[in-house]
T-cell receptor
């Protein structure tokens, strides 16, 4: 079954703890993205990676970190420095490269709740 | 910096009525515009993109550079069109697209029977 998977579906965290959200894709896509979805604010880009071993900050990177050691994996760590981490997190991927109008394919999301 | 604005958080219409979801953007270059849709309990997915000039599920969207708009339209709404709709912009610098998208705030469309 091809596509993007995110785990876990629901995640609870105590304040002060770091937590890592998983994102895996078997679409052979070069580019991967992390978004945060909040009611009334749409999707905001946290980090993106256009190729393995490279990633860039998005619009709201503070309090988050990522790694891209493998093409198919792009985990997101929500650190204790993130002031308001409770949100729905979406991972996406696209073919990347010098393609015009790349479609992004989205995972099912992880809902993180800080207790 | 680029920005996408969807002025309506909620939009309600009756089945068979025309529907228009508004999207305005600000970007000094030549953008690529998209509409993404999220149906209940489904993943966010691409609906259409302006470069394709296609109609998907009866929806069309025309890029108006003069008004910096990319409104989504459908002449006869159906109940299954009820969903969250996001307008998105991709930078297109020097003829290449980096794939990074800027999304609007989203519009929840409800089509009543």
């Amino acid at each position: 079954d091809g596509g993007i998977t995110q785990s876990p579906k629901y995640l609870f965290r105590k304040e002060g703890q770091n937590v890592t959200l998983s994102c895996e894709q078997n679409l052979n896509h070069d580019a991967m993205y992390w978004y945060r979805q909040d009611p009334g604010q749409g999707l905001r880009l946290i980090y993106y990676s256009q190729i393995v071993n490279d990633f860039q900050k998005g619009d709201i990177a503070e309090g988050y970190s990522v790694s891209r050691e493998k093409k198919e994996s792009f985990p997101l760590t929500v650190t204790s420095a993130q002031k308001n981490p409770t949100a729905f997190y979406l991972c996406a991927s696209s073919i990347g490269g010098l393609q015009v109008g790349n479609e992004q394919f989205f995972g099912p999301g992880t809902r993180l709740t800080v207790l | 910096a680029q920005r996408v604005t969807q002025p309506e958080k909620l939009l309600s219409v009756f089945k068979g009525a025309p529907v228009e979801l508004k999207c305005n953007y600000s970007y000094s270059g030549s953008p690529e515009l998209f509409w993404y849709v999220q149906y209940s309990r489904q993943r966010l997915q691409l609906l259409l993109r302006h470069i394709s000039r296609e109609s998907i599920k009866g929806f069309t969207a025309d890029l108006n550079k003069g008004e910096t708009s990319f409104h989504l339209k459908k002449p006869f709404a159906q109940e299954e069109d009820s969903a969250m709709y996001y307008c998105a912009l991709s930078l297109n610098a020097g003829g290449t697209s980096y794939g990074k998208l800027t999304f609007g705030q989203g519009t929840i469309l409800t089509v009543h029977p």
